[in-house]
């Protein structure tokens, strides 16, 4: 069955270190998002790309970059990562324009 | 820019019906979706309406009014297993993405 990966399940890093949360679709999606959920703010979107090569900031995109190398994949980076960027990613995927966005199981980070 | 107003928190009994609320304010509306969440999982679909009026589906039902920002999800003879936020999203056009709001988090109580 198609299906959305996300790995790691949970991850605990230093301030400062570069952190990579790995996104993987077999559903042959072309769009992809990241988005970030913490107490009080809902779900936010972070990145999303809506075909390979193509990368667009979200609401909070300050301090992470993707890039979409291929369909199945978008990996979210962290470039020096902040305790403000402790909180749960989840990854979603869609076929296309307006269509539902099914989601990844999450990521769980703390940054100590 | 989008708002998108669900209330916090509901509670209901099981074996009632309960209705979440949800208002929003956006440009260019293409589609409204409502999401179920359980405590530590990741948010599931449950409906889309992009012209107004209600979807049923089982015992889940979600209505849209488009002039007045208003949708509601309708959940029926309540399990506790309903127990989860509920999400309202717009979809609008104007960068084809998603905009969700902060979630109805519903206690079913026996």
């Known amino acids: 069955d198609a299906e959305i990966t996300q790995s790691p399940r949970h991850k605990i890093t230093e301030t400062g270190r570069q952190v990579t949360l790995a996104c993987h679709q077999t559903?042959?999606?072309?769009?992809m998002f990241w988005y970030r959920q913490d107490l009080g703010h809902g779900l936010r979107l972070i990145h999303y790309s809506y075909g390979v090569h193509d990368t667009n900031k979200g609401e909070v995109s300050d301090g992470y970059s993707v890039s979409r190398s291929n369909t199945e994949d978008l990996p979210l980076t962290l470039e020096s990562a902040a305790s403000s960027q402790t909180s749960v990613y989840f990854c979603?995927?869609?076929?296309?324009?307006?269509?539902?966005?099914?989601f990844g199981p999450g990521t769980r980070l703390l940054v100590l | 820019g989008q708002n998108i107003d669900q209330p916090t928190e509901m509670t209901a009994t099981e074996g009632a019906i309960v209705q979440i609320n949800c208002t929003y304010q956006?440009?260019?509306?293409?589609?409204l979706f409502w999401y179920q969440q359980h405590a530590g999982e990741a948010p599931t679909f449950l409906s889309y309406n992009v012209l107004d009026g209600l979807e049923e589906k089982g015992r889940f039902s979600s209505f849209l009014s488009r002039s007045k920002g208003y949708s509601y999800l309708l959940l029926k003879e309540l399990q506790m297993k309903d127990s989860a936020s509920y999400l309202c999203?717009?979809?609008?056009?104007?960068?084809?993405?998603?905009?969700f709001g902060g979630g109805t988090r519903l206690m079913v109580k026996p």
């Open positions: 979603a995927s869609s076929a296309q324009g307006y269509e539902t966005q099914y």
């Open positions: 999203a717009v979809y609008n056009n104007a960068g084809n993405m998603l905009t």
């Open positions: 559903w042959n999606h072309n769009n």
């Open positions: 956006t440009s260019g509306f293409n589609g």
